[in-house]
């Protein structure tokens, strides 16, 4: 299989990791510490994807490594730092529909694993629709975390509460939608670029999880 992929390989990863050290530094330099802390517990988490990746023994297309490190960049930095959640209404929106995609193909392909990569162990739609009802319930427990932290230290995550939490999971069930259908057109083979793309690519490098697949 080779040696997992770094992260750091991918253009965009080393673009958001150099803004990431020079905010640090222009923090540091002007003793906004705040802002120094986010700053470099976003570059740590920028290496989750290489930790993830060392731990489990699989290796991710550096497209989705790319995809990750975004996300983490824009929630944590931007998101929190740069107080985009108050400033862009949809931000948070935004977020919760990017993060369903990247959960609904990983709910796929986590079945498309235990069948070991045959196609014709169950139906496409089948294996595509536990892809969505496992982003679902993901940003569904989310969204009682939410309200859990709220409840209990009275945060403010919710924003405005149940108008807040029904968009969350609109949006979350939107992407949901994305990245399970992303996996049947992968398996219909109606599809194999973008992010079906990326689902073929993940089974190409990790073929030893899927020994009865027969993707050239």
Known sequence: MGSPAIPGKNPLVMIIRGALIIEMVA?????????????????????????????????????????????????????EAMDFYNRFWWWDKLLHGGSAIGFGMIG??????????????????????????????VGSVWEVIEFAADQLFGLNMQKSGLVDTMWDIIANMLGAAVGAAAGYFYLTGKNATGIAGVIRRFVLDNRRLFRKNRDG
């Open 27 to 79: 923090a540091a330099w002007s003793g906004h510490w705040p802002m120094v802390f986010v700053a470099l517990t976003t570059l740590f988490a920028t290496l989750l994807p290489f930790v993830f990746e060392r731990s489990l023994g699989v290796k991710l297309p550096l497209s989705f490594i790319a995809a990750i490190v975004v996300f983490l960049y824009a929630t944590l930095f931007l998101g």
């Open 108 to 137: 796929f392909v986590v079945v498309f694993m235990l069948f070991e990569g045959d196609r014709y162990a169950a139906p496409a739609l089948a294996i595509a629709l536990f892809g969505f009802c496992f982003a679902v319930m």
